[in-house]
């Protein structure tokens, strides 16, 4: 007899593999998420790595500087749900590694925790003074443009816009 003849007791088309009732071995192959099992591990690596055992002990000592939910970092670290940029850069943040590491696996430089900022080389702190001191002794235009010029490049371009209004508001 023929798989799914009328005569034959099974109805269904039988499977080489064996499968339980609600898979077959197709959607076994196609189900998984590689992309997300990799998040996921890198964020519960990342957690370990601080020194917590779980995902919500992490939460609950990192909370206000997580800003984010108890139920995103353990959806994260289960791998339902994919971590954001915006999560990933304070996951970054709080646990180290780069942002790009827990969103891609990248190798980057770890980014620094919360109120740690990288000390200037000895020699750039001696040329941006000699530089200042240059530009105390120019010309109020000049000095105006470097101004403007430093905003930019420090606090970037809406940054500096925003500062600019509250001086103006302030005077």
């Known amino acids: 007899m023929d798989d799914g003849s009328l005569m034959d007791p099974v109805s269904y088309i039988k499977y080489d593999k064996a499968s339980n009732e609600n898979r077959t071995p197709w959607t076994i192959e196609i189900g998984q998420t590689v992309r997300m099992t990799d998040q996921k591990h890198r964020l519960m ?50 646990f180290g590694h780069s942002p790009g590491w827990y969103l891609y696996g990248d190798k ?45 490049t ?3 371009q809406v940054a500096s816009r925003s500062r600019e209004m509250s001086t103006k508001q302030s005077s």
């Open 45 to 94: 690596q990342a957690i370990q790595e601080a020194g917590y055992e779980k995902p919500t002990d992490a939460w609950r000592a990192n909370r206000r500087t997580l800003d984010i939910s108890q139920d995103l970092i353990i959806s994260n670290t289960n791998g339902n749900r994919p971590i954001s940029r915006k999560t990933a850069e304070k996951y970054a943040r709080v």
């Open 108 to 152: 980057g430089e770890a980014a620094t925790t919360i109120g740690a900022s990288q000390p200037a080389a000895p020699d750039m702190v001696s040329q941006l003074a000699e530089v200042f001191a240059d530009l105390v002794k120019a010309p109020p235009e000049t000095q105006s443009r470097a101004l403007k010029l430093l905003r930019k």
């Open 154 to 156: 420090v606090y970037g």
